[in-house]
């Protein structure tokens, strides 16, 4: 004679689930991770003889911050809203100013040859530079990269470099490189 | 007929809390898949700066993290206010940035290693010259990719 089947009480499921919920709560985060991604040039040898590479002073946008969040660059004081304005005039150098970084043709694969510009962003600071006024910069050089490759790419291929597939990326990357140096620390008053 | 109605006033039925279960599962369900487990506790207080042109990292497993900022008040009295470096869950010296590196590398596998991305957590108050430094001993440990931990700018300047 089969007993009939006892219905287990699902009364306390909800605090069971309630318990796991809480604990979930408390130790994940929820944080996403986003920032600037950079690549930091690898450091030289030290047996070998540094010989400076040497670059045309014309390919060079010195950008600078002091000890108080000065900026300057290209030699002139300048507010970080304009430094964008400044970089893109520095990397696409329309009128082929002597003055301004030079092209060099450059075949690219999957598109052809395009005047890509040789002009590089070398960027310095001071040891008493906040990191606010540092991210800040960085971030301004970013956008001013990002938006001539957004350009090139509306002008190319119709959509923003973001929409574009991978190898259309690719391509517009090489042809806009994003060069911005963080050069070796030249500060004074360092202690090592 | 007195079987059917055993008690004489009809009270307000009683909720039925059978579907609370699958709703506080949902809930859980969401949390589980949207959050990640916390690896640290955090030693000092860092407000990463904000900016706009920002990046998503799309391995976070690949990351190892270094916190720099003022150490959190109940640890004031014994590490000051100035800016510290936190690796893992200890104050630690820019020479031991070169150990945490070596250590964070061996946790991943032979094919992930050259993806590894060191984020900086900053706070936006710390100098530049104790970044300075992190970033040339990172240089030295060849650990050359990197992240500035920013946070979306809310309000847009410029354009």
Known sequence: MARPVQEINAGSMADIAFLLLIFFLMVTTMDIESGLQRRLPPMPDENQKQDDIQVNRRNILVVRLNDSDGLLAGGEMMDVSMLKDKAKEFLLNPADDVTLPEKEEKMIEGFGPYRVSKGVISLQNTRGTSYKAYIEVQNELVKAVNEIRDDFAMANFGKKYIALDEDRQRIVRDAIPQNISEAEPKDTGRKR | ?159
């Open chain 2, 1 to 159: 007929m007195a079987k059917f109605n055993k008690k004489g006033k009809k009270g307000v039925p009683a909720l039925s809390t059978a579907s609370l279960p699958d709703i506080v599962f949902m809930i859980l369900f969401f949390f589980m898949v949207s959050t990640s487990m916390r690896q640290t506790d955090r030693l000092v207080t860092v407000k990463v700066p904000e900016a706009t042109e920002i990046a998503k990292l799309e391995r976070k497993d690949l990351a190892a993290y270094i916190y720099v900022g003022t150490p959190i008040p109940s640890r004031q009295a014994q590490f000051g206010t100035d800016a510290r470096i936190q690796l893992n869950d200890a104050f630690k010296s820019v020479n031991d940035i070169r150990d945490f590196i070596a250590a964070e590398r061996e946790t991943l596998s032979e094919a992930d290693r050259q993806f590894m991305t060191v984020s900086i957590k900053a706070d936006e108050n710390v100098r530049m010259g104790i970044i300075t430094d992190i970033k040339q001993e990172l240089r030295r440990t060849s650990a050359l990719k990197i992240m500035y931990n920013a946070r979306k700018a809310d309000t847009h300047f410029g354009n």
